[in-house]
């Protein structure tokens, strides 16, 4: 039976998710093939209580049912979804107790059970509540309450009970047409049998029964889809229903029709009940799973090894100046990588402000990992929200993108040489036509060749970046000076600063320019040019590299 465990346990990365939050981890009991486990010792007598002739019902659906929408109700919800009171009454002492997040208009299961499922999807909380009514000051009055972290394998208290008999989650357990979408169910089923015994089976952690009989299912009984029923002359639809319930199996989890399986409403789900009524009871039997349990607080399997789980995405600082580098998305999983890694994909709402590599794998027994943000230049604050992707699972974080602070423009001085070790001057020089690019290249080169030979300056140039920089071999930082990008290594610092606002919001272009823009070489210390001879031709060398593109450039002190 060990073999067959590891078999059916190892292979994570099939867990059905739902608003981006995975419902339990891959290696949860809900979430594990049983197709290899031994017949339980009690299953002929279960399934015969149960009834060998009764079929399997359709307990949800599409269509309307004397007017209302048959099956669970599953309400989507955000961390900002303000939390109510909740008024537990009988269940009070197995209940975890409020405020739960449940809109005014979350939908109620109905039918007499009066079901309410919220996931918070921001947080991955599950939140059930059995016999659920709301109050005038849209509290909640309700007979039970649970609540469940959807990215841990916590099972609630021994002998509490939840939104259902078993104390297990009801979500876990439902049909949804999206496991139709995907192809196949992946998971387990919650059914209903008519009568059980004063007895509960892991995972299950409450019965609700007055009767102790052996012959009688308990609840958390796990039932599968006999190997050899034959599922072909069935609709697709049904076929992967029932080619899951030969895998995943169906789990006993409340008092009800016999062998009545529990799903959505969703208009997309076909009428299976025509085709149903030829999938009796005797087509089941009772698995035992008592040897996938590792502990017994813990719906975790035995020797399964859970794929990774997004815990977070975030952003050390968040707003950030356009077009300065040092934006970083932190992304985090729930516990470390496993081998060869976890793959997550990324995303970027506006990638043309700030873009993200396509994807970042977190490397093994890491549990998390930093990637680089770039962004650009902006006129307005523009909130950018990236997403991180991982089997189905999401997490985002917002990074607000801030233009440059508007520069203050220097007193103009008439044009003199530069003098006076370590005096800081400006050269604003105005474009004379359209050929920006090529300005700004040929003064790049002109300052390149001035300085590399004492100072070991090399040029760069980035025409997809809309800029020029010298760079120092030392390392390179970028920051606002002054409302100006600035490249700098200590000793020179070098801005390019465009007037065209909102377009370029700060940033010099590199290609583009129309006439009339003006791009400013700042802070240059006059030591650096007095030492490489460059204060011998002054203001006037910089005349000198124009080659007609450039107006006579004015030299403002600093």
């Keep these: 039976m060990a073999a067959g465990i590891l078999l059916v346990a190892a292979a994570p990365g099939h867990a059905q998710t739902v608003g981006g939050c995975p419902v339990f981890p891959t290696n949860n009991i809900w979430n594990v093939r049983v197709d290899t486990l031994p017949v339980h010792p009690q299953s002929a007598a279960w399934v015969q209580s149960i009834g060998p002739n009764s079929w399997l019902h359709q307990d949800f659906g599409g269509e309307l049912y004397n007017g209302l929408e048959p099956g669970m109700q599953v309400n989507l919800v955000t961390g900002s979804q303000p939390r109510v009171p909740i008024v537990v009454t009988d269940g009070a002492d197995e209940s975890d107790p409020g405020p739960y997040p449940i809109p005014p208009t979350a939908k109620v299961e109905n039918g007499s059970d009066r079901h309410v499922i919220v996931v918070d999807t921001t947080d991955c909380r599950l939140y059930e509540t059995f016999y659920s009514f709301k109050n005038a000051d849209n509290s909640w009055t309700v007979y039970s309450a649970a609540i469940f972290d959807l990215r841990r394998n916590l099972l609630r208290p021994d002998y509490w009970t939840s939104a259902d008999a078993a104390g297990l989650p009801i979500l876990a357990g439902l049909a949804r047409y999206e496991d139709i979408v995907a192809g196949e169910l992946r998971h387990a089923l919650r059914f209903t049998a008519p009568r059980t015994t004063r007895q509960f089976l892991w995972p299950a952690r409450h019965y609700a029964s007055y009767t102790a009989d052996a012959n009688l299912p308990p609840m958390g009984a796990r039932f599968r889809l006999k190997a050899n029923f034959d599922i072909s002359p069935f609709s697709p639809t049904t076929q992967i229903i029932l080619t899951g319930l030969k895998r995943y199996g169906m789990m006993l989890a409340d008092n009800g029709g016999p062998w009545y399986v529990q799903g959505t409403w969703d208009p997309r789900w076909p009428n299976l009940g025509d085709e149903w009524w030829r999938i009796p009871g005797s087509a089941f039997e009772a698995v035992d799973v008592s040897g996938l349990m590792e502990d017994y607080d813990s719906a975790a399997v035995r020797g399964a090894v859970a794929a990774p789980i997004l815990d977070s995405v975030s952003f050390a600082a968040s707003p950030v100046t356009g077009g300065l580098p040092g934006a970083t998305l932190r992304v985090s999983v729930m516990a470390a990588a496993p081998a060869g890694g976890a793959v997550v994909s990324l995303a970027s709402s506006a990638s043309?402000?700030?873009?993200?590599?396509?994807?970042?794998?977190?490397?093994?027994?890491?549990?998390?990992?930093?990637?680089?943000?770039?962004?650009?230049?902006?006129?307005?604050?523009m909130p950018v929200v990236f997403t991180a992707s991982l089997a189905g699972q999401a997490r985002q974080a917002t990074l607000t993108v801030n233009p440059a602070p508007a520069s203050q423009a220097p007193a103009q001085q008439s044009v003199a040489p530069p003098s006076g070790s370590g005096e800081q001057v400006a050269f604003v020089v105005r474009t004379s036509d359209g050929d920006g690019a090529g300005d700004i290249a040929r003064l790049g080169r002109r300052f390149a060749r001035r300085l590399e030979g004492e100072f070991d300056i090399a040029e760069r140039r980035q025409p997809r970046e809309q800029r020029i920089a010298l760079e120092h071999h030392a390392a390179i930082q970028s920051r606002i000076f002054d409302g100006r990008a600035v490249d700098h290594d200590g000793s020179l610092i070098v801005a390019f600063e465009s007037r065209r606002d909102g377009e370029e919001g700060g940033l010099a272009a590199a290609r583009g320019a129309d006439e009339g823009h003006e791009f400013i070489v700042a802070d240059i210390e006059i030591e650096t040019l007095e030492r490489d001879g460059f204060a011998a031709v002054g203001a006037e060398g910089l005349a000198e590299t124009r080659d007609g593109k450039f107006r006579r450039h004015q030299r403002t002190a600093r």
């Design 352 to 381: 043309a402000v700030a873009s993200i590599a396509p994807s970042v794998t977190i490397p093994a027994g890491a549990a998390s990992v930093n990637v680089p943000v770039t962004t650009n230049a902006v006129g307005a604050s």
